[in-house]
């Protein structure tokens, strides 16, 4: 965001996906010889404020859809509708930090964790880049950003399981470790098997400070089966999980650990593909405030019902 003779220029990115495949492959992803269109905040008018909204689309069976058109989406702000007035598919390069649970509790599941991560890295493209946070007692920064995924998942073949889970904590340590990538795109996937037992920041401030940026969180959490014995933090963990990836447009995906490297994969794929709605909101006031954004499909003829996933709002410049 920047000003030129008191008029603001803001955009934002919010960010949503799916689960589920279709039209979308998990091999290696290299970028194209020709660069897609950059976002063009530089063309803009000083006094345009502008509003980019990524989203996510999704079928009833919770497989993406692709090739969808401007007219196939309304957005509303506020519950004003808004004209929309750019529009792309997006797939540029991403910073994502990996979070790491390494607690005791992750003893039996830990190798299957690290098959998760490398499935994750298969997707990535060539200009990509990524950073490792590890937890237990406290989170430390283990790898720092690099666009060579080796090293991190050199870091995890060493990791081993013990102590409490300061999840929280580690996701604070993630999100400032994330200040340093100039990429416009940023995500978090986190990987973890419970809740929080150990952390200092409290769930209001992690929440706070998610709700307010423009990173992405994805959750995959590996719990035991519903009837099989629980620690207080795994009861509590899915809940956790999904309120904080929520706050950002993501999406919390539960499973055991037999399907943890499956949906990783998939993870990987719906980070990277998502349309992008733009919108200069027609009442907008530097006011401060939290303002809602809805997205509706509207599918094809002979489509079933659509869902769309994306960040449900952005505060407004008070400058």
């Known amino acids: ?19 589920g495949w279709w039209n979308v492959s998990a091999q290696n992803r290299r970028r194209p010889a020709a660069a897609p269109e950059p976002r063009r905040e530089a063309t803009l008018r000083a006094d345009t404020n502008l509003v ?4 996510s689309v999704c079928d009833p069976t919770n ?11 309304k957005i509303f702000d506020d519950r004003i509708e808004q ?20 607690s005791g509790s992750m003893g039996p599941k830990l190798r299957t964790a690290r098959l ?43 990791a081993q399981s013990k102590g409490r889970t300061a999840l ?44 307010e940026s423009d990173v992405l969180i994805y959750a ?36 055991d650990v037999n399907e943890l490297p ?8 719906e980070m990277r593909n998502r349309y992008v709605l733009g919108y200069s909101p027609s009442d907008y006031q530097r006011d401060g405030r939290y303002h809602k954004v809805e997205v509706k499909v509207i599918p094809p003829r002979g489509l079933p019902k659509l869902n769309a996933h994306w960040r449900t709002g952005y505060y407004a410049s008070a400058e």
Do not use: W
């Open 220 to 255: 995959i959490g590996i719990f035991e089966p519903y009837g099989a014995r629980r620690t207080t933090e795994e009861v509590s963990g899915p809940g956790l999980l999904n309120d904080l990836a929520e706050q950002t447009g993501g999406r919390h995906f539960p499973t």
């Open 52 to 55: 980019l909204v990524p989203v």
């Open 83 to 102: 004209t929309v007035t750019h529009f792309a598919m997006d797939d540029e390069p991403v910073a994502v930090g990996l979070v790491f649970d390494i």
């Open 262 to 269: 499956d949906i990783a994969a998939k993870v990987g794929v």
């Open 116 to 158: 998760a991560a490398a499935q994750f890295f298969k997707t990535a493209n060539l200009e990509d880049e990524f950073f490792l946070v590890e937890f237990n007692d406290s989170p430390r920064l283990i790898t720092p950003l690099t666009r060579e995924f080796e090293e991190i998942q050199n870091q995890l073949t060493f």
């Open 1 to 19: 965001m920047s000003s030129r003779a008191a008029r603001t220029l803001f955009v934002l990115a919010l960010t949503g996906t799916c689960g």
């Open 168 to 211: 929280l904590d580690a996701i604070m340590l993630a999100m400032h470790e994330m200040k340093k990538s100039t990429k416009k795109r940023k995500a978090l996937l986190i990987i973890s098997d419970g809740g929080d037992n150990s952390s200092r920041y409290t769930e209001v401030e992690v929440r706070n400070l998610v709700r």
């Open 63 to 73: 497989r993406p859809v692709t090739g969808l058109e401007r007219e196939h989406f």
